[in-house]
């Protein structure tokens, strides 16, 4: 049974790194980064209850809040990158990649 | 009766993480995440941890779902598929993620963990968790509330400056 808890977290985890490689639109990509954060809590928890102990619920917790902390930044600076460009395709943010430094 | 609860929820999932990855409209992807971060939690009462079944419903699917759905909803989004024309070809960048999960199948497969039957009484309960978290992860729980209040600190901080004349 441990491994079929081990097995659809690691499909789920995969799932989102497809999402977050092939993906145009940075709401959906900041998405499948959380899809990626509940693979791992759900692997965290299902340890936990084979070992028997509950120190992997209480980092699924801190995942949890840390998830939390993250989406709301990760909002507030989509929210100011539209504000920049006007647009929601990640391939308009390319300041990194083009030679301009 | 537990395996077909198992096999159930882990469907819906599937399902809800395939619709987030393959919707066109980010808003589509967004309830269907909903759907699956709802099935996590089903998950996570099948094995025991209730506190986490409902923390994970009101924390994950209750605030911060629904804070990203407020922000789409500012937003007028075009549709935007996952490929600009789908091609057979397509299909090829699956099979590397087929390998990877194989071999990570086999790595973690070879532990041989045990679901046992004898759990302690309490196990899951929200007075365990609350043991465990302040006997042995203190720091780490102040740690997590200075990085709240320092994204609260931030995020006001960020989204709220002067206007300052920039040259057109």
């Known amino acids: ?40 809590a759900l692997i965290f928890a299902s340890i936990a209850r084979a ?3 509950m120190e ?4 699924v ?28 395709d990640i391939e308009d943010f390319n300041e990194l990649r083009t030679e301009q430094c | 009766m537990e395996v077909f609860l198992f096999y159930n929820f882990a ?24 759907l699956c971060l709802v099935s996590v939690a089903g998950l996570y009462l099948l094995l025991n941890a ?6 994970q419903i009101v924390v994950y699917a209750g605030a911060i779902m629904v804070l990203a759905v407020f922000i789409m909803m500012f937003f007028n989004i075009k549709a935007s598929s996952l490929f600009v024309k789908f091609r057979i070809l397509h299909l090829f960048y699956l099979v590397p993620a087929g390998i990877l999960v194989w071999i990570c199948a086999e790595i973690f497969g070879a532990k041989r963990l045990e679901f046992s039957a004898n759990l302690s009484e ?3 309960e929200i007075k365990e968790l609350g043991f465990y978290l302040f006997s042995n992860f203190g720091v780490s729980f ?20 002067k206007k300052e004349s920039k040259n057109v």
């Open chain 2, 50 to 55: 209730k506190t986490l079944f409902l923390i």
């Open chain 1, 56 to 59: 992997g619920q209480v980092i």
């Open chain 2, 11 to 34: 469907l819906f999932a599937l399902f809800g993480a395939l619709g987030l990855v393959l919707f066109k409209l980010p808003l589509h992807s967004a309830l269907s995440f909903i």
């Open chain 2, 122 to 124: 309490n196990f899951g």
């Open chain 2, 142 to 161: 102040e740690m997590i509330s200075v990085l709240l209040t320092a994204v609260l600190i931030a995020v006001v901080g960020i989204t709220s400056s």
């Open chain 1, 1 to 40: 049974m441990f491994d079929n808890y081990m097995l659809l977290a690691l499909i789920l985890l995969f799932i989102g790194l497809v999402g977050v490689a092939l993906r145009k639109n940075i709401f959906t990509i900041f998405m499948c980064v959380e899809l990626m954060l509940n693979a791992v």
């Open chain 1, 61 to 88: 917790l801190l995942i949890i809040a840390l998830a939390a902390a993250e989406a709301a930044f990760g909002l507030a600076l989509i929210v100011l990158m539209h504000k920049e460009k006007q647009s929601l």
């Open chain 1, 51 to 53: 070992q028997g102990s």
